[in-house]
Protein backbone atom coordinates (compact mmCIF):
# COMPACT_ATOMS: atom_id res chain seq x y z
CA UNK A 1 0.00 0.00 0.00
CA UNK A 2 1.33 3.25 -1.13
CA UNK A 3 1.36 5.43 1.93
CA UNK A 4 0.70 9.20 2.40
CA UNK A 5 3.48 9.80 4.17
CA UNK A 6 7.17 8.60 3.71
CA UNK A 7 9.84 9.09 6.36
CA UNK A 8 12.75 7.41 4.97
CA UNK A 9 16.10 7.49 7.32
CA UNK A 10 18.17 5.39 4.95
CA UNK A 11 17.68 7.60 1.89
CA UNK A 12 17.64 10.89 4.13
CA UNK A 13 13.78 12.42 2.84
CA UNK A 14 10.44 13.08 3.43
CA UNK A 15 7.65 12.35 1.41
CA UNK A 16 4.26 14.34 1.90
CA UNK A 17 1.70 13.67 -0.52
CA UNK A 18 3.13 15.21 -3.70
CA UNK A 19 5.69 16.69 -2.11
CA UNK A 20 9.79 15.31 -1.24
CA UNK A 21 12.15 17.13 1.28
CA UNK A 22 15.64 15.59 1.66
CA UNK A 23 17.50 15.26 4.62
CA UNK A 24 17.64 18.55 6.84
CA UNK A 25 15.31 20.60 9.20
CA UNK A 26 12.26 19.87 7.51
CA UNK A 27 13.04 15.97 7.24
CA UNK A 28 13.32 16.39 11.05
CA UNK A 29 10.35 18.42 11.29
CA UNK A 30 7.81 15.77 9.08
CA UNK A 31 9.68 13.13 11.73
CA UNK A 32 8.47 14.56 14.22
CA UNK A 33 5.14 14.91 13.34
CA UNK A 34 5.03 11.61 11.75
CA UNK A 35 5.82 9.87 14.84
CA UNK A 36 3.32 11.63 16.98
CA UNK A 37 1.06 10.72 14.95
CA UNK A 38 1.50 7.22 15.23
CA UNK A 39 2.22 7.14 19.11
CA UNK A 40 -0.66 5.45 20.30
CA UNK A 41 -0.32 7.36 23.82
CA UNK A 42 -0.64 10.56 22.04
CA UNK A 43 -2.71 9.77 18.44
CA UNK A 44 -3.79 13.24 18.21
CA UNK A 45 -1.03 15.40 19.59
CA UNK A 46 -0.24 18.53 18.09
CA UNK A 47 3.38 19.36 18.21
CA UNK A 48 4.34 22.55 19.15
CA UNK A 49 6.85 25.32 17.96
CA UNK A 50 8.33 24.68 21.55
CA UNK A 51 8.34 21.38 20.92
CA UNK A 52 10.21 21.37 17.23
CA UNK A 53 13.00 24.16 19.01
CA UNK A 54 14.44 21.40 20.18
CA UNK A 55 14.99 18.80 17.14
CA UNK A 56 18.15 19.09 15.49
CA UNK A 57 18.81 22.29 13.53
CA UNK A 58 15.64 23.93 14.60
CA UNK A 59 17.74 24.08 18.43
CA UNK A 60 19.95 26.69 16.80
CA UNK A 61 17.05 29.13 15.73
CA UNK A 62 15.35 31.65 17.79
CA UNK A 63 12.23 30.66 19.41
CA UNK A 64 10.36 33.04 18.07
CA UNK A 65 10.83 32.94 14.86
CA UNK A 66 10.56 28.63 14.17
CA UNK A 67 6.53 28.93 14.19
CA UNK A 68 6.90 31.80 11.66
CA UNK A 69 8.90 29.82 9.90
CA UNK A 70 6.91 26.95 9.72
CA UNK A 71 3.93 28.75 8.65
CA UNK A 72 5.57 30.60 5.65
CA UNK A 73 6.71 27.40 4.30
CA UNK A 74 3.02 25.15 4.90
CA UNK A 75 1.93 28.30 2.57
CA UNK A 76 4.25 27.62 -0.19
CA UNK A 77 2.92 23.70 -0.20
CA UNK A 78 0.67 22.53 -2.97
CA UNK A 79 -2.88 21.60 -1.91
CA UNK A 80 -2.48 18.11 -1.83
CA UNK A 81 0.62 17.85 0.18
CA UNK A 82 -0.87 20.88 2.64
CA UNK A 83 -4.22 19.12 2.81
CA UNK A 84 -2.31 16.44 4.78
CA UNK A 85 -0.91 18.96 7.77
CA UNK A 86 -3.54 20.80 10.69
CA UNK A 87 -2.64 23.32 12.57
CA UNK A 88 -3.82 25.05 16.00
CA UNK A 89 -2.57 29.07 14.53
CA UNK A 90 -0.39 28.76 12.09
CA UNK A 91 2.02 29.63 14.21
CA UNK A 92 1.56 26.99 16.91
CA UNK A 93 1.71 23.18 16.39
CA UNK A 94 0.61 21.37 13.67
CA UNK A 95 0.07 17.55 13.58
CA UNK A 96 -0.60 15.56 10.24
CA UNK A 97 -3.95 14.29 8.98
CA UNK A 98 -3.88 10.73 7.93
CA UNK A 99 -4.00 8.14 8.94
CA UNK A 100 -1.34 6.06 11.26
CA UNK A 101 -0.62 3.45 8.78
CA UNK A 102 -1.02 5.41 5.92
CA UNK A 103 2.46 6.83 7.21
CA UNK A 104 6.15 4.67 6.64
CA UNK A 105 9.35 4.71 8.45
CA UNK A 106 12.14 3.40 6.49
CA UNK A 107 14.24 1.11 8.16
CA UNK A 108 12.24 1.50 10.97
CA UNK A 109 9.84 3.68 13.48
CA UNK A 110 12.18 2.19 16.05
CA UNK A 111 15.21 3.86 13.86
CA UNK A 112 13.60 6.72 13.49
CA UNK A 113 12.63 7.76 16.88
CA UNK A 114 16.08 6.75 17.70
CA UNK A 115 17.65 9.20 15.25
CA UNK A 116 15.42 11.95 15.44
CA UNK A 117 15.80 11.36 19.83
CA UNK A 118 19.41 11.33 19.36
CA UNK A 119 18.96 14.83 17.78
CA UNK A 120 17.30 16.23 20.28
CA UNK A 121 17.24 18.00 23.44
CA UNK A 122 15.57 16.94 26.66
CA UNK A 123 12.91 19.21 27.83
CA UNK A 124 14.60 18.66 31.14
CA UNK A 125 18.32 17.94 32.65
CA UNK A 126 18.63 14.61 33.02
CA UNK A 127 18.32 14.14 36.92
CA UNK A 128 21.83 12.93 37.43
CA UNK A 129 23.46 14.62 35.06
CA UNK A 130 26.25 15.90 37.84
CA UNK A 131 27.64 12.47 38.72
CA UNK A 132 26.96 11.58 35.23
CA UNK A 133 29.41 14.91 34.24
CA UNK A 134 31.81 14.12 36.83
CA UNK A 135 32.17 10.21 35.86
CA UNK A 136 32.97 10.99 32.09
CA UNK A 137 35.21 13.68 32.93
CA UNK A 138 37.26 11.96 35.61
CA UNK A 139 36.88 9.17 33.14
CA UNK A 140 38.61 11.22 30.67
CA UNK A 141 41.57 12.33 32.16
CA UNK A 142 42.25 8.85 33.38
CA UNK A 143 42.41 7.59 30.03
CA UNK A 144 44.29 10.08 28.92
CA UNK A 145 46.90 9.39 31.42
CA UNK A 146 46.64 5.86 29.85
CA UNK A 147 45.47 4.58 33.49
CA UNK A 148 43.01 1.99 31.22
CA UNK A 149 42.47 -0.49 34.26
CA UNK A 150 41.11 2.60 36.48
CA UNK A 151 39.21 4.14 33.57
CA UNK A 152 37.13 1.51 33.56
CA UNK A 153 36.61 1.05 37.06
CA UNK A 154 35.35 4.43 37.71
CA UNK A 155 32.73 3.95 34.63
CA UNK A 156 31.54 1.07 36.21
CA UNK A 157 28.20 1.58 36.86
CA UNK A 158 27.71 4.27 34.74
CA UNK A 159 25.36 3.01 32.29
CA UNK A 160 22.17 3.27 30.27
CA UNK A 161 20.20 2.58 33.57
CA UNK A 162 21.83 5.27 35.08
CA UNK A 163 21.98 7.83 32.32
CA UNK A 164 18.65 8.98 30.52
CA UNK A 165 17.96 6.78 27.91
CA UNK A 166 16.77 9.43 25.63
CA UNK A 167 20.52 11.20 25.78
CA UNK A 168 22.50 9.18 23.42
CA UNK A 169 25.44 11.95 23.38
CA UNK A 170 25.74 10.73 27.32
CA UNK A 171 25.98 6.78 26.01
CA UNK A 172 28.00 7.58 23.10
CA UNK A 173 30.84 9.17 25.06
CA UNK A 174 30.65 6.66 27.81
CA UNK A 175 31.13 4.33 24.74
CA UNK A 176 33.94 6.33 23.35
CA UNK A 177 35.80 6.40 26.52
CA UNK A 178 35.62 2.71 27.58
CA UNK A 179 36.74 1.50 23.96
CA UNK A 180 39.85 3.81 24.48
CA UNK A 181 40.37 2.03 27.98
CA UNK A 182 39.61 -1.47 26.77
CA UNK A 183 41.96 -1.19 23.53
CA UNK A 184 44.79 -1.62 26.02
CA UNK A 185 43.27 -3.67 28.83
CA UNK A 186 40.27 -5.85 27.33
CA UNK A 187 40.05 -6.09 23.86
CA UNK A 188 37.05 -8.46 23.71
CA UNK A 189 35.17 -5.58 25.24
CA UNK A 190 36.26 -3.24 22.34
CA UNK A 191 35.02 -5.60 20.11
CA UNK A 192 31.43 -5.70 21.96
CA UNK A 193 31.36 -1.84 22.47
CA UNK A 194 32.04 -1.21 18.86
CA UNK A 195 29.82 -4.01 17.28
CA UNK A 196 27.60 -2.31 19.74
CA UNK A 197 27.78 0.98 17.92
CA UNK A 198 28.14 -0.13 14.44
CA UNK A 199 25.63 1.00 12.45
CA UNK A 200 24.07 4.58 14.51
CA UNK A 201 22.23 7.18 12.45
CA UNK A 202 22.56 10.03 14.83
CA UNK A 203 25.00 12.32 14.70
CA UNK A 204 27.26 11.76 18.02
CA UNK A 205 26.47 7.47 17.58
CA UNK A 206 28.10 7.98 14.23
CA UNK A 207 31.08 9.75 15.17
CA UNK A 208 31.71 7.31 18.33
CA UNK A 209 30.91 5.03 15.30
CA UNK A 210 33.82 5.75 13.69
CA UNK A 211 36.22 6.23 16.19
CA UNK A 212 35.77 2.82 18.09
CA UNK A 213 35.75 1.06 14.40
CA UNK A 214 39.15 3.37 14.01
CA UNK A 215 40.19 1.61 17.52
CA UNK A 216 38.99 -1.75 16.82
CA UNK A 217 41.36 -1.63 12.80
CA UNK A 218 44.38 -0.58 15.51
CA UNK A 219 44.02 -3.43 17.69
CA UNK A 220 43.45 -5.44 14.60
CA UNK A 221 46.89 -4.08 12.54
CA UNK A 222 49.00 -7.33 12.72
CA UNK A 223 46.11 -9.80 10.98
CA UNK A 224 44.12 -9.17 7.78
CA UNK A 225 45.56 -6.05 6.07
CA UNK A 226 43.52 -6.37 3.41
CA UNK A 227 40.30 -6.51 5.50
CA UNK A 228 41.74 -3.22 7.66
CA UNK A 229 41.84 -1.32 5.06
CA UNK A 230 38.87 -1.81 2.96
CA UNK A 231 36.61 -1.04 5.83
CA UNK A 232 38.62 1.88 7.00
CA UNK A 233 38.27 3.26 3.28
CA UNK A 234 34.65 3.20 3.61
CA UNK A 235 34.03 4.91 7.00
CA UNK A 236 36.43 7.59 5.59
CA UNK A 237 34.03 7.85 2.32
CA UNK A 238 30.91 8.52 4.93
CA UNK A 239 32.80 11.50 6.92
CA UNK A 240 34.36 13.03 3.79
CA UNK A 241 30.23 13.14 2.76
CA UNK A 242 28.95 14.04 5.89
CA UNK A 243 32.14 16.51 6.70
CA UNK A 244 32.70 15.03 10.14
CA UNK A 245 36.31 16.01 10.27
CA UNK A 246 37.37 15.47 14.19
CA UNK A 247 35.97 11.27 13.44
CA UNK A 248 37.76 11.40 10.32
CA UNK A 249 40.68 11.87 11.90
CA UNK A 250 41.43 8.59 13.49
CA UNK A 251 40.35 6.76 10.55
CA UNK A 252 43.31 8.40 8.29
CA UNK A 253 45.50 8.08 10.91
CA UNK A 254 44.76 4.28 10.90
CA UNK A 255 44.47 3.62 7.77
CA UNK A 256 47.97 5.25 7.16
CA UNK A 257 49.18 2.73 9.71
CA UNK A 258 47.82 -0.20 7.93
CA UNK A 259 49.02 1.25 4.45
CA UNK A 260 52.50 1.51 5.94
CA UNK A 261 52.90 -2.18 7.14
CA UNK A 262 51.30 -3.07 3.39
CA UNK A 263 54.90 -1.65 2.00
CA UNK A 264 53.47 1.66 0.87
CA UNK A 265 55.44 4.50 2.96
CA UNK A 266 54.25 7.23 0.68
CA UNK A 267 50.96 6.60 0.26
CA UNK A 268 51.07 6.17 4.56
CA UNK A 269 52.71 9.55 4.58
CA UNK A 270 50.22 11.30 2.85
CA UNK A 271 47.37 10.06 5.30
CA UNK A 272 49.33 11.09 8.24
CA UNK A 273 49.91 14.59 7.20
CA UNK A 274 46.37 14.93 5.61
CA UNK A 275 45.34 14.00 9.50
CA UNK A 276 47.47 16.51 10.96
CA UNK A 277 46.60 19.19 9.19
CA UNK A 278 42.86 18.42 10.29
CA UNK A 279 43.81 17.78 13.97
CA UNK A 280 45.11 21.83 13.51
CA UNK A 281 42.38 22.94 12.11
CA UNK A 282 40.03 21.20 14.91
CA UNK A 283 42.26 21.76 17.74
CA UNK A 284 42.86 18.36 18.34
CA UNK A 285 46.27 17.98 20.08
CA UNK A 286 46.49 14.69 21.01
CA UNK A 287 45.68 13.33 17.60
CA UNK A 288 48.37 15.97 16.14
CA UNK A 289 51.05 14.54 18.07
CA UNK A 290 50.37 10.74 17.09
CA UNK A 291 49.95 11.28 12.92
CA UNK A 292 53.44 13.93 13.24
CA UNK A 293 54.83 10.60 15.05
CA UNK A 294 53.16 8.16 11.98
CA UNK A 295 54.65 10.76 9.72
CA UNK A 296 57.56 10.06 11.10
CA UNK A 297 57.10 6.10 10.85
CA UNK A 298 56.21 6.85 7.59
CA UNK A 299 59.62 8.85 6.72
CA UNK A 300 61.85 5.97 8.44
CA UNK A 301 59.96 2.87 6.46
CA UNK A 302 61.08 4.97 2.86
CA UNK A 303 64.58 5.11 3.84
CA UNK A 304 64.58 1.75 5.24
CA UNK A 305 63.69 0.05 1.70
CA UNK A 306 66.11 2.14 0.31
CA UNK A 307 68.34 0.33 2.98
CA UNK A 308 69.37 3.92 4.55
CA UNK A 309 69.42 4.63 8.54
CA UNK A 310 66.74 7.22 9.80
CA UNK A 311 67.69 10.91 8.44
CA UNK A 312 68.07 13.84 10.85
CA UNK A 313 64.40 14.70 9.72
CA UNK A 314 63.41 11.29 11.18
CA UNK A 315 64.24 12.09 14.32
CA UNK A 316 63.62 16.26 14.43
CA UNK A 317 59.39 14.43 13.38
CA UNK A 318 59.69 13.39 16.68
CA UNK A 319 60.65 15.86 18.89
CA UNK A 320 58.16 18.02 17.35
CA UNK A 321 55.61 15.41 18.40
CA UNK A 322 57.20 15.56 22.07
CA UNK A 323 57.07 19.24 21.61
CA UNK A 324 53.30 19.32 21.33
CA UNK A 325 53.00 16.72 24.10
CA UNK A 326 54.82 19.15 26.06
CA UNK A 327 52.83 21.92 26.00
CA UNK A 328 49.65 20.87 24.98
CA UNK A 329 49.92 18.15 27.55
CA UNK A 330 48.83 15.16 25.47
CA UNK A 331 50.30 11.84 24.16
CA UNK A 332 50.34 10.53 28.41
CA UNK A 333 49.02 7.36 27.07
CA UNK A 334 52.10 6.23 24.89
CA UNK A 335 55.72 5.76 25.14
CA UNK A 336 55.74 4.72 21.77
CA UNK A 337 57.78 8.28 20.12
CA UNK A 338 60.69 7.90 23.25
CA UNK A 339 61.26 4.29 22.31
CA UNK A 340 61.33 4.51 18.72
CA UNK A 341 63.26 7.77 19.02
CA UNK A 342 66.08 5.87 20.96
CA UNK A 343 66.28 3.08 18.77
CA UNK A 344 66.92 5.75 15.59
CA UNK A 345 69.41 7.43 18.11
CA UNK A 346 71.55 4.59 18.83
CA UNK A 347 71.52 3.23 14.47
CA UNK A 348 72.84 7.01 13.91
CA UNK A 349 75.43 6.62 16.81
CA UNK A 350 74.02 9.35 19.43
CA UNK A 351 74.27 7.22 22.34
CA UNK A 352 73.37 10.37 25.05
CA UNK A 353 70.53 11.51 22.64
CA UNK A 354 69.07 7.79 22.92
CA UNK A 355 69.71 7.57 26.68
CA UNK A 356 67.50 10.79 26.93
CA UNK A 357 64.24 9.36 24.57
CA UNK A 358 64.61 6.04 26.73
CA UNK A 359 64.19 7.79 30.15
CA UNK A 360 61.09 9.61 29.06
CA UNK A 361 59.58 6.53 28.31
CA UNK A 362 60.55 4.86 31.29
CA UNK A 363 58.95 7.66 33.71
CA UNK A 364 55.87 7.30 31.22
CA UNK A 365 55.29 3.40 31.64
CA UNK A 366 55.56 3.69 35.15
CA UNK A 367 51.35 5.31 34.55
CA UNK A 368 50.91 3.33 31.48
CA UNK A 369 48.04 -0.17 31.05
CA UNK A 370 50.14 -0.69 27.59
CA UNK A 371 51.67 -4.13 26.54
CA UNK A 372 53.32 -3.06 23.32
CA UNK A 373 54.44 0.04 25.02
CA UNK A 374 56.00 -2.23 27.96
CA UNK A 375 57.24 -4.59 25.16
CA UNK A 376 58.68 -1.99 23.05
CA UNK A 377 60.88 -0.26 25.73
CA UNK A 378 62.47 -3.94 27.02
CA UNK A 379 63.42 -4.47 23.30
CA UNK A 380 65.15 -0.76 22.96
CA UNK A 381 66.68 -1.09 26.47
CA UNK A 382 68.15 -4.20 24.98
CA UNK A 383 69.84 -2.73 22.31
CA UNK A 384 71.50 -0.52 24.52
CA UNK A 385 75.64 -1.45 24.10
CA UNK A 386 77.08 -3.20 26.72
CA UNK A 387 79.25 -1.50 28.59
CA UNK A 388 81.44 -4.54 29.19
CA UNK A 389 81.02 -7.56 27.48
CA UNK A 390 80.75 -9.65 30.21
CA UNK A 391 78.26 -12.83 31.45
CA UNK A 392 76.12 -10.51 33.92
CA UNK A 393 75.51 -8.07 31.15
CA UNK A 394 74.63 -10.26 28.69
CA UNK A 395 72.24 -11.78 30.73
CA UNK A 396 70.41 -8.55 31.68
CA UNK A 397 70.52 -8.23 27.92
CA UNK A 398 68.71 -11.59 27.32
CA UNK A 399 66.07 -11.17 30.38
CA UNK A 400 65.26 -8.09 28.67
CA UNK A 401 64.54 -9.51 25.15
CA UNK A 402 62.50 -12.89 27.28
CA UNK A 403 60.18 -9.97 28.73
CA UNK A 404 59.98 -8.40 25.03
CA UNK A 405 59.17 -11.69 23.52
CA UNK A 406 56.37 -12.65 25.57
CA UNK A 407 54.91 -8.91 25.49
CA UNK A 408 54.80 -8.78 22.13
CA UNK A 409 52.87 -12.38 21.29
CA UNK A 410 50.79 -10.71 24.28
CA UNK A 411 50.17 -7.49 22.27
CA UNK A 412 49.51 -9.47 18.79
CA UNK A 413 53.18 -8.24 17.27
CA UNK A 414 54.90 -11.96 15.77
CA UNK A 415 56.90 -9.88 13.66
CA UNK A 416 58.53 -7.99 16.86
CA UNK A 417 58.18 -11.22 18.78
CA UNK A 418 60.63 -12.95 16.46
CA UNK A 419 63.31 -10.44 16.15
CA UNK A 420 63.38 -10.21 19.85
CA UNK A 421 63.52 -14.03 19.56
CA UNK A 422 66.36 -13.87 17.24
CA UNK A 423 68.47 -11.38 18.80
CA UNK A 424 68.34 -12.96 22.54
CA UNK A 425 69.27 -16.37 20.33
CA UNK A 426 72.00 -14.67 19.21
CA UNK A 427 72.83 -13.09 22.65
CA UNK A 428 72.86 -16.91 24.16
CA UNK A 429 75.11 -18.01 21.90
CA UNK A 430 77.62 -15.19 22.81
CA UNK A 431 77.24 -15.66 26.33
CA UNK A 432 78.06 -19.74 26.32
CA UNK A 433 81.00 -18.94 24.19
CA UNK A 434 82.31 -16.55 27.30
CA UNK A 435 81.63 -19.22 29.18
CA UNK A 436 83.81 -21.96 27.71
CA UNK A 437 86.40 -19.16 27.24
CA UNK A 438 86.20 -18.99 30.80
CA UNK A 439 86.28 -22.23 31.33
CA UNK A 440 89.37 -23.16 29.05
CA UNK A 441 91.17 -20.24 30.53
CA UNK A 442 91.45 -17.62 27.85
Sequence with gaps: MSSHVEIDLDQGRATVG?????????????????????????????VSAVEIGRVGEWRHKKAGSIGKEIARHLGGLDKPSLGLID???????????????????????????????ARSSPADLPANWPSLLTALVEATT????????????????????????????????????????ALNCDT??????????????????????????ALWA?????????????????????LERSGDLASLIPVLNILGLYERRAGHPDISAGLHLRAAVLSGIVGDYQSLQGTIFNLALSRRASFKSQGLEPDSVCLDLVDLCLLICRVFGVGRDSAQAETTAARWALRTGQLERAKGYLAQAEELLKHIDA??????????????????RNEENLRAQIIDF????????????????????????RLEVQLAHLGVQRESGD
Design 18 to 46: EATFPNGQWFEFYAALALARTNPNGLDHF
Design 142 to 181: LVQAGESEQTLARLEGVEAGEEEQSDVPIAAWIALVKGRA
Design 371 to 388: TFDQAAYKMTHALFPLRA
Design 402 to 425: KGAEKLFVEAGDIVSAKKATEMRG
Design 218 to 238: YDKRFGDLGVGVDMLRGVAAQ
Design 188 to 213: SMLDEIRSDWDKRSDAAGKAVAARLK
Design 87 to 117: HQGKTLAWRLNVAPDEIAFLPSTQKVKEWLD
